[in-house]
């Protein structure tokens, strides 16, 4: 979903209008950028898709996660194994 103008709210109006802005993000699913000086300083946007994101979130976490160790398994595979001492003497302790 893209941010239209009509989605940007400075900070004061957001402030006035605040009871409505949430309805209307949660009935739309949408978001609002609210600015202060003219510089976006928070958004506005549905639980539910906040909830979404941070599910999003934490998958690329695992997944990540997930990419080191077969890099890790790989490495052991191909004998790119270090020693404690030689661990110890690169990492310096």
Known sequence: MSIS?????????ARA???ELCEQVRREHGEKIIT???ESCAALIDAD???????LEREHVHLTLLEEAI????DVAAGK???????KTRHGR
Do not use: A, F, V
């Open 17 to 19: 209008k605040l009871t």
């Open 71 to 74: 890099r890790g398994m790989e």
């Open 5 to 13: 103008p009509k989605d940007i709210i400075p900070l004061t109006k």
């Open 49 to 55: 898709r906040l909830d979404h994101y941070h599910r």
């Open 36 to 38: 202060k000086n003219g």
């Open 81 to 87: 194994t270090l020693s404690l001492k030689e661990l």
